[in-house]
């Protein structure tokens, strides 16, 4: 199995980037996959998950902000984030499974909103 993240950076509040995990070693259209955070010198927090039936769902500070979508012809699984605030910064990685059950994770990519 193998999860590379990429699209993070630098970027003002209130801001958006766009996220991407292309995924590797799995059947990745029968799999759920997740999103999730590292903030500096905090514990690891969920952000969203969605399923191979295309079902979506998100941390409650994320509902209306960041949208979780996959393409399963790419093998790839997207996170848009709108509207972002200084306390999204952190390590976003990507995992294979749901919440409470993700059985691999990606090497993260570093969001910084910062002004």
């Known amino acids: 199995v193998q999860l590379v993240e990429s699209g993070g950076g630098l970027v003002q509040p209130g801001g958006s980037l766009s996220l991407s995990c292309a995924a590797s070693?799995?059947?990745?259209?029968?799999?759920?996959m997740t999103w999730a955070r590292q903030a500096p010198g905090k514990g690891l927090e969920w952000v969203s998950s969605i399923y191979s039936d295309f079902s979506t769902w998100y941390a409650d500070d994320m509902k209306g902000r960041f949208t979780i979508s996959r393409d399963n012809a790419k093998n790839t699984v997207y996170l848009q984030m709108n509207s972002l605030k200084i306390e999204d910064t952190g390590v976003y990685l990507c995992?294979?499974?749901?919440?409470?059950?993700?059985?691999?994770w990606g090497k993260g990519t570093q969001v910084t909103v910062s002004s």
């Open positions: 070693g799995f059947t990745f259209s029968t799999s759920a």
């Open positions: 995992a294979l499974g749901g919440p409470g059950a993700m059985d691999y």
